[in-house]
């Protein structure tokens, strides 16, 4: 065996197996030996900007999951085994394990509750943080049966707990619709204490008030996808940065029972029989939101000039910042995991901000103009900054200022005296 030291973390070189290794396409791969460095990469989302990021450095690539001599591995799914042999210090892998208490609908609005009761009686009654009804739509835990019985009122928006990209979103508009998930939800009950039959822990559903006044570009109903960076977990080490506006190809009707005119992804606007005529239209940059809204609203709302990239951008911050710090206690922190969230806001018509969800291993898809230009940038500098750090680190360097910092905005450092916390930043999106 011999030591690797290429252009990041030292490794030792492992004998490598003969075995039929094959690509997505089919084709057998000849697993690469030698020195490294090496990289993995498990699945197909970002799996280009990732390997031509990496190669382009000199890294090779393995396909055998089980080699335990990467330098990065970069996974879509996570699988315990993946983490079993992780070399703190020495390895770079990409999700934290337990993310789940951030990127799921139960894991955050938990995180975010039991944040808000403890920082309640340690604040003494001071303002230093958003309650969460600031930036929350009210949400109802249906695993719970005092708030399963809350909600029979109003309209909503049902999500499962643990899928993205739309998977499994219902709208529940009317008395029918709600009787029916009421009797889903006894049936689910039932089989769960039913000990004859064999025993599945139940879909866990939240149920979440629906906005009905969303802010509209050009009649259409959108989003928008912000990133996340926990660059570092070991000192932590958090980035925020601007993503783009997902748009609906329809015209919005609060009434349509179309989930593709209620809910923005990709994944849902290319069931719409018009996606590929409008495909360019459903994705805006941040900088054409901005001067739609200067142009459209800014004397109409008395809104600041680039309220866009100011106000709203400062109020995704301090919303994701809020929400760092109500897990950053929980999260699994070993240097060498770092983590890219996608987050989801929406913003209504008197341009209050909401927070719809956070989502592990968001969409690098590249299928349009737009995210052309921001998506490969944001994977590049992801890792630059990962990168530079992590080598600081091991190499006990002062890690600020950083050479790959680009795009992203410092939000906090666990090693900082002067935090960048969300309570540093301004309430009025205004």
């Known amino acids: 065996m011999c030591c690797v030291c290429v252009s990041g973390p030292c490794i030792m070189a492992q004998p490598v197996q003969r075995s039929k290794l094959k690509d997505l396409s089919g084709r057998q791969i000849e697993e690469p ?28 690539r393995i396909y055998n999951k089980d080699r335990e001599d990467f330098n990065l591995k970069w996974c879509e799914t996570k699988s315990p085994a993946q983490y079993s042999n992780f070399r703190e210090g020495r390895q770079l892998m990409y999700q934290i394990p337990n993310n789940k208490v951030l990127t799921t609908k139960i894991g955050l609005l938990s995180s975010l509750q039991q944040y808000e009761r403890v920082s309640s009686r340690v604040s003494h009654g001071q303002a230093l943080r958003l309650k969460m009804e600031e930036f929350i739509p009210t949400t109802l835990r249906m695993d719970v049966r005092e708030e ?88 932590y080490v958090v ?52 001067a739609y809204v200067n142009d459209r609203f800014q004397a ?19 919303i994701m910042s ?45 299928n349009c103009e737009v995210l052309k230009e921001v998506i490969p ?21 002062k890690i600020f200022p950083l050479v790959s910092q680009r795009e992203f905005v410092h939000l906090y450092s666990a090693f900082s005296t002067t935090e960048k916390s969300s309570t540093e930043l301004p309430k009025n999106t205004k």
């Open 33 to 60: 030996r030698g020195p490294g460095p090496f990289y993995f990469f498990g699945g197909t989302n970002g799996a280009k900007i990732v390997s031509n990021y990496c190669e382009s450095r000199g890294w090779k």
């Open 148 to 235: 399963r019985e809350a909600f029979f009122s109003r309209m909503w928006i049902c999500k499962p707990t643990g899928m993205n990209q739309g998977r499994g979103i219902f709208l529940l508009k009317s008395k029918e619709d709600i009787a029916a998930f009421r009797l889903k939800l006894k049936h689910m009950e039932d089989r769960r204490f039913n000990r004859k039959m064999h025993y599945r822990q139940p879909q866990a559903y939240i149920v979440q008030h629906y906005i009905q006044n969303p802010l509209l570009l050009k009649g259409k109903k959108f989003d928008v996808r912000s990133y996340l960076l926990i660059a570092c977990t070991a000192p």
């Open 239 to 290: 980035f925020f940065r601007h993503g783009y506006v997902r748009l609906t190809c329809d015209l919005y009707d609060p009434t349509s029972k179309n989930l593709s005119a209620h809910l923005t992804n990709q994944y849902m606007q290319k069931k719409n029989p018009l996606y590929s005529q409008l495909k360019e239209d459903t994705v805006w940059s941040m900088e054409s939101f901005n």
């Open 300 to 318: 109409a709302k008395d809104l600041p000039r680039d309220w866009v990239l100011g106000a709203f951008a400062k109020r995704m911050q301090q």
């Open 322 to 366: 809020q929400c760092f710090l109500a897990v950053k206690s929980k999260l699994d922190c070993r240097l060498g995991f770092f983590d890219l969230i996608g987050c989801d806001f929406l913003v209504d018509e008197d341009f209050k901000v909401w927070l719809l969800e956070m989502n592990c291993n968001p969409a690098l898809h590249t």
């Open 377 to 397: 940038s944001v994977v590049v500098e992801t890792l630059d900054l990962t990168l530079e750090i992590f080598r600081k680190i091991r190499g006990r360097q």
